[in-house]
């Protein structure tokens, strides 16, 4: 995982990775000030080092004076030993009314030059000259430089003194299709037409010639949003996949179509990740497209406690749907699996009716008049737990983890096997109230699933560092972070029933460290 450092009074912000030569470059950006966008490198995407800053904002009286968001790097199409980053900028004399796209290119990744510019607003403060003072340089302004890139009013919302009084043009995602030798950049824009808070699309530029981009219809339209933030485009298996995040519940969404310039369709459930994860970006390394994220925990606004939780590797089911699978690199962490005998199951409460039996290839788990708590004999910190289970009647049943095995106090993950529900929710006790404020119960992240075999689901559960990830068949569900407990026992319970757990496994997982060997907090 990734954070800013705690009690810093900054966060992570929206992010972009690419990858080159083994290496994971990730830019994101740096809250609350977004005085610059920082660069952090990894070789695994586990753990991280912070190198130079890429990016700045610039002087003042630039267009880009006052904040820089979001950005998206990718190499150069007219020149592969370069790369570019495109990156939104407003300006102080505008008061951040004003998005527009900036660029800047790179031969290495670390080393960032800003392109000319052409800005054709009022120029009142540039460039200036002081008595005494040498005469300023002229900020690199060329009238041959289309940028910074505002939105065409032909096409999209263009004056803040209209309607919503803000103009939206940020989160630049550029994409080649090879096929077609044409390249488009996309953008968080807004359409003229429509309901105010519903005028969100994806805008489109069409890049003509090199660095250069003429404005082009709204890409898609859902016709649902007030924005569609950080879009993304990407081609698996002759199909088009587009990606953006959603402010009204903090979603990451996707649509697709099989020849761009034809409609985009919906899926029934076309929810990526569940909420608390946002500004979903696709990026793509030596085995395909992977899917990053920051984490929001609940109760927060987006722009505190953010951290980037380890991505998930993006798969095209049979019938076309997304899924998103845990990401292969956990293989690796693995320091060895705990024997899953009867014998090393414990009911937590006294209750003789509770008994744990072997089956073939696992075990039976039984309580079929009270809720029970079935627990492996170890504590673990981190670690993964995998089974196949099947609730054989009626009650309910989940998987808890980092358990107190005294008060119980832990992490638990509620699972209904029919309808394909999954909670996750810290539950526990608070050492500083008492009475009524003694008990402390937070839900944490909910998310869904269909399912084809009522009562059945293959589990994954990954507790690494203050990261948790519940996969269901191959898919993950929840993807979250909190830190409320850090070790415990783990295992399943059961509420006036029986479940079979079959090929359980449970692995004790390497912590996550930051460079200098401490435990990460995120």
Known sequence: MYSETAG???????????YHDGIYHLFHLVLPNHDFIAHAVSNNCLQWRRVENALFIGDPGSWDDSMLWTMHVSRHPFDQTRFRMFYTGLSRRDHGKIQRIGMAESDNLYEWKKSPVSWTDNHSELPYELPGRPPQPSFGYDAKSCFPLSPDPAFYEANPEEDRHWISWRDPFYYRDESQDRGWLLIAGRTKQGPLVRRGCVAALEETSPNHFEA???LHHPGLYDD?????LFRLDDEYYLVGSMREDAK???WHTPKIG???RSYSDNVLLAAGNYAGRVSVDDQGPLLWSF??????DRTTHNLMPPPKRIERRPDGRLKVKTFERFDELSLGTLNCESTDFAALWEDKSSVVEPVPSGLALRSPHRYQLFAHRAELS???LESRIEICSDGKCGIFFRANPSTHDGYYVSLDLFKGVAQCR??????DDSGENLMRYRSIQSGFWFTDEPGIALVQLIAYGTYIELSINGSIILSLADQDYQKGCVGFYIESGTLTATDLKIHRLDSPVQTDGHLANG
């Open 216 to 218: 082009r219809p709204a």
């Open 262 to 264: 034809t409609n985009w």
């Open 382 to 384: 981190s670690l993964r």
């Open 228 to 232: 569609v933030e950080v879009p993304n």
């Open 426 to 431: 810290s539950w526990g006790s608070s050492p």
């Open 8 to 18: 810093s009074r900054k966060t992570l912000g929206d992010i972009d990775i690419i």
């Open 295 to 300: 984490f929001t925990p609940p109760g927060f």
């Open 252 to 254: 990451i969404r996707y």
